[in-house]
């Protein structure tokens, strides 16, 4: 009606957990049109690249240079997405511009993480995913230093045995204490 099919009217979710593009194509803007029952198709500027995805099945365009996974599609027929891959550092920069840390209070050592964008909940999301990120590299980081604490004492024991062995030996020589002689 009116021409506004393709328009989504609240409530529609896409959830793509995998979206390849040929470096031609980083930023460019594509198309998904929800198709009914769980199927898809993606067009860039209008021609069609992939016909006949289904949700829950990667999707190959014809020549093999795009490909999306879509883990989860809720819209009506003709409700349609605009996807857009971004090269690593645009996403880096785009996300860096939204972040800010600061410590919640002076000395404390507890970080408030801020990320601002229009959708809260994925902002909650990615900010769980910097701060899950952030623990995993600490404890590997920790995880590091303490095996080269290791490496190091590793090294060292033949040093400490031999020491403490000469140690005893002069102290119980053969049964007799001995004096070292000035």
């Known amino acids: 009606m009116l021409g506004l099919g393709s ?4 409530g529609e979710r896409i959830e793509l957990t995998q979206l390849v593009v040929p470096h031609h194509l980083l930023g460019e803007s594509l198309t998904l049109r929800a198709e009914g029952d769980g ?3 993606v067009f860039l500027e209008g021609r069609p690249l992939i016909r006949n995805g289904r949700v829950g099945e990667p999707a190959i365009a014809d020549n093999g240079e795009v ?6 599609l809720h819209a009506r027929p003709g409700t349609e997405f605009e996807l857009i891959r971004h090269s690593r ?3 880096i920069r785009g996300l860096a511009s939204r972040f800010q840390v600061s410590e919640s209070a002076r000395g ?3 970080l408030r993480l801020t990320l601002e964008g229009p959708d809260a909940q994925a902002n909650e999301q990615t900010l769980r995913s910097i701060h899950n990120a ?3 590299q600490n404890v590997e980081r ?8 290791i ?16 140690r005893r030996g002069v102290l119980t020589g053969s049964g007799k204490t001995t004096r070292p002689s000035t």
């Open 67 to 72: 490909r999306v996974f879509v883990r989860e």
């Open 142 to 149: 920790k995880s590091m230093e303490a095996e080269k604490r």
């Open 151 to 166: 490496e190091f004492l590793d090294e060292q024991l033949p040093e400490l045995r031999a020491r403490s062995t000469r």
């Open 89 to 91: 550092m645009a996403a």
């Open 39 to 41: 199927a898809f198709s």
């Open 134 to 136: 952030f623990v995993r």
């Open 7 to 10: 328009f989504a009217w609240g």
């Open 108 to 110: 404390s050592g507890m």
